[in-house]
C-alpha cells in the first residue's frame, strides 16, 4: 500500500467528512438522553443533527468534484462515515420506546418502536459481509467501483430513517422505506462481490500466465528439454551444448582429412 498524502488529509471535502463522523456520538447522547428522560425535544435536535450531517454528505461530494479535490482517503471515509451514521441513528431509534407518549393518540402506533430492529440487523449483516471481503480485496488489489444501486440504496435509506423520527404520524410508511433501502444495499452488495470475483479471476488469471511463462525451459539442438535450471543458465548450458557439438563435428572432419 501506498503511503497517504498528508495534504489529502486536509481538504475541504475530508474536512466536512470528519465533521460527519464526528456528529456520530452527538447523536447518540441526544438520543440517550430522549429515552432516558423521555424528552421529545431532544428527539428532534438529534434529528437536526442527522440532516445537517446527510446534507454534509452531499456538499462533501460536490465539492470533491466540482474541485477536483477527490482523494483516496476520502473514498474510503465517505462511505465509510455514511454507513456508521446509518447504522448508529437505526440502532438509537430501535431502542427508542422510551417515547410511546408521543404516538399515544395515533392508530399506526402500538408497538413502541420507532424503528424494528430486523433492519438493524439486516444492515450490520451486510457490512459484516463486505468487512470480511475486504482483506481478500485489499490481498489481491482489486478496485470496488461504486455502482448506480449503492448511491440509490443509501439515498433511500437515509429517506427511511429520516421518515423514522416522525415514526408514530407516517403509519409504517417510513418501515416500508427502509426495507426497500435494505432491498436495494443488498443488491448492490451482491453487484459488488460479483464485480471483485470476476476481477480477482483476471488477476489470477494474469498470474497463473506469468508463472507459466517463467517456467518455459528452453531445448537444445536436438529439442531435448533443458530442466533444472534458471532461464539465463538454460541458455548457457544450450549454448554450450550447441558449441560442444560443433567441435565435435569439427574434429571429425580434421581427423576425415587426414585419413584421406
Not at 452527538?26 to 428522560?37: C, N, S
Not at 413502541?112 to 440487523?121: L, M, R, S
Not at 480485496?137 to 467501483?145: E, I, L, P, R
Not at 410508511?173 to 479471476?201: E, F, H, M, P, T
Request: with cysteine; net charge negative; aromatic share 10%.
Amino acid at each position: 500500500m501506498g503511503q497517504i498524502d498528508k495534504k489529502e488529509l486536509w481538504t475541504i471535502p475530508n474536512l466536512i467528512t470528519y465533521f460527519r463522523i464526528l456528529c456520530i456520538p452527538a447523536y447518540i447522547v441526544l438520543m440517550a438522553f430522549a429515552g432516558v428522560k423521555s424528552q421529545p425535544t431532544l428527539l428532534y435536535i438529534a434529528f437536526a443533527v442527522f440532516v445537517v450531517a446527510a446534507a454534509s454528505d452531499l456538499v462533501d461530494g460536490w465539492i470533491a468534484r466540482r474541485f477536483n479535490m477527490t482523494s483516496g482517503i476520502g473514498m474510503v471515509l465517505d462511505p465509510l462515515a455514511d454507513k456508521l451514521m446509518h447504522v448508529s441513528v437505526l440502532f438509537c431509534l430501535s431502542l427508542c420506546t422510551g417515547l410511546t407518549k408521543l404516538g399515544a393518540d395515533t392508530a399506526a402506533y402500538s408497538d413502541g418502536w420507532y424503528v424494528h430492529y430486523a433492519f438493524v440487523i439486516l444492515l450490520l449483516l451486510k457490512e459484516g459481509i463486505m468487512v470480511c471481503a475486504a482483506p481478500l480485496v485489499m490481498k489481491k488489489g482489486a478496485k470496488v467501483q461504486a455502482n448506480w444501486m449503492g448511491k440509490v440504496a443509501s439515498v433511500t435509506v437515509s429517506a427511511g430513517v429520516i421518515m423514522s423520527f416522525f415514526h408514530p404520524f407516517v403509519y409504517y410508511a417510513d418501515w416500508g422505506v427502509l426495507a426497500w433501502g435494505v432491498c436495494l444495499s443488498y443488491g448492490a452488495a451482491i453487484n459488488y462481490l460479483a464485480d471483485i470475483i470476476r476481477q480477482i479471476k483476471k488477476i489470477n488469471a494474469g498470474e497463473m500466465q506469468s508463472a507459466t511463462s517463467d517456467n518455459v525451459r528452453y531445448t537444445d539442438s536436438g529439442n531435448n528439454v533443458i530442466a533444472g535450471a534458471e532461464p539465463e543458465e538454460e541458455c548457457k548450458v544450450a549454448y554450450s551444448a550447441e558449441a560442444a557439438e560443433d567441435a565435435a563435428d569439427g574434429a571429425d572432419g580434421t581427423h576425415g582429412g587426414e585419413e584421406e
